[in-house]
């Protein structure tokens, strides 16, 4: 659930009333490409899972999409991105 209000819908058709969304975001700071896949090469969290499970040739084509897109035809070096997730609160009727 990507856009603004379909966390509200869930919730609402789940029978929580007074419900409030709001987007929360961060800022992600990497000094370089390394910084940025090193995550994904590990063993934590959803996406290193699944990174794990490909054939090392597509994992290598995968290393290799992902750096020339973080790079955009710049040199390597630190990067800053925006991250937005979306948090919902809502009360249980009684």
Same mark, same amino acid.
């Given at each position: 659930m990507t *856009? @603004? /209000?379909e966390l509200t819908a869930?919730? *609402?058709a789940a029978g929580f009333t007074n419900? *409030? !969304?709001t987007a929360l975001s961060i800022r992600? !700071?990497?000094s370089a490409f390394d910084d940025f896949w090193t995550p994904l090469a590990g063993k934590d /969290? @959803? /996406?290193a899972e699944y990174v794990a499970t490909l054939p090392a040739e597509k994992r290598d084509r995968?290393?290799?999409m992902v750096r020339r897109a973080y790079l955009d035809g710049e040199p390597d070096g630190a990067r800053s991105y925006a991250a937005i +997730?979306? +948090?919902v609160a809502g009360v249980v009727p009684t």
């Amino acid at each position: 659930m990507t *856009r @603004p /209000g379909e966390l509200t819908a869930v919730w *609402r058709a789940a029978g929580f009333t007074n419900i *409030r !969304e709001t987007a929360l975001s961060i800022r992600m !700071e990497f000094s370089a490409f390394d910084d940025f896949w090193t995550p994904l090469a590990g063993k934590d /969290g @959803p /996406g290193a899972e699944y990174v794990a499970t490909l054939p090392a040739e597509k994992r290598d084509r995968l290393l290799d999409m992902v750096r020339r897109a973080y790079l955009d035809g710049e040199p390597d070096g630190a990067r800053s991105y925006a991250a937005i +997730a979306w +948090a919902v609160a809502g009360v249980v009727p009684t």
